[in-house]
Nanobody, 116 residues
Framework: QVQLVQSGGGSVQAGGSLRLACAVS????????MGWYRQAPGKQRELVAF???????NYADFVKDRFTIFSDYDKNTVTLQMNTLTPEDTAVYYC??????????WGQGTQVTVSS
């Protein structure tokens, strides 16, 4: 059974930094990518960033130059370094791992709160 366990997050003032980490256990055949999504109250879940197994990264426009995604596919971990946070970044953040075929697996979610 695949499990994703998230850590990090919390509360910070605007302009501050936080780091989110995610560790994946269990077997997944043919992983395509790992990534982070977020969902703010009253909004749909949206992509923040992902990284493929060959190292290609993709960031949402609203986090470019502020957030950095790191992955270690040998250890099946993915980390999101978040800098220059704003109140608009307040959301529940979810890590995910996507196989090349089939549905992605999700972490439990981590609250990130940025105060002005």
């Amino acid at each position: 059974q695949v499990q994703l366990v998230q850590s990090g997050g919390g509360s910070v003032q605007a302009g501050g930094s936080l780091r989110l980490a995610c560790a994946v256990s269990g077997r997944i055949d043919s992983v395509h990518s790992m990534g982070w999504y977020r969902q703010a109250p009253g909004k749909q879940r949206e992509l923040v960033a992902f990284v493929t197994t060959d190292g290609a990264t993709n960031y949402a426009d609203f986090v470019k130059d502020r957030f950095t995604i790191f992955s270690d596919y040998d250890k099946n971990t993915v980390t999101l370094q978040m800098n220059t946070l704003t109140p608009e970044d307040t959301a529940v953040y979810y890590c995910s791992i996507s196989p090349r075929w089939g549905a992605p697996h999700w972490g439990q979610g981590t609250q990130v709160t940025v105060s002005s």
